[in-house]
């Protein structure tokens, strides 16, 4: 499956985005996807998790209750709404989609395919 990340931005402290992530393929609904975030000189970190039939999602402490994690099926997408955007927010977000869950969220060796990135600056 190939991943096409979209929707990052400038945007300031306090604002909102919402990145998509649309896939190739037929199989989509086959797959758990996260999203994780690699800010400059640190390392890439889960952001969120949602199941194959969206019946369940998971969010990183640093970003509960201001991110949420969902997917259409039907459009072979996985969005991730962000509000209450702080500057410690900003960093490139990856989608990624893995086909079995044998291992916690936030394991990035998991993942079996990633998209390219989409960048979110958050301004103070």
């Known amino acids: 499956v190939q991943l096409q990340a979209s929707g990052g931005g400038l945007v300031q402290a306090g604002g909102s985005l919402r990145l998509s992530c649309a896939a190739s393929?037929?199989?989509?609904?086959?797959?758990?996807m996260g999203w994780f975030r690699r800010a400059p000189g640190k390392e890439r970190l889960f952001v969120a998790g949602?199941?194959?039939?969206?019946?369940?999602?998971y969010c990183a402490d640093s970003v509960k209750g201001r991110f949420t994690i969902s997917r259409d099926n039907a459009k072979n997408t996985v969005y991730l709404r962000m509000n209450s955007l702080k500057p410690e927010d900003s960093a490139v977000y990856y989608c990624a989609a893995r086909m079995r869950y044998n291992s916690g969220w936030t394991d990035l060796k998991a993942y079996d395919y990633w998209g390219q990135g989409t960048l979110v600056t958050v301004s103070s």
């Open positions: 949602i199941s194959r039939s969206t019946s369940s999602t």
């Open positions: 393929g037929r199989t989509f609904s086959t797959y758990f």
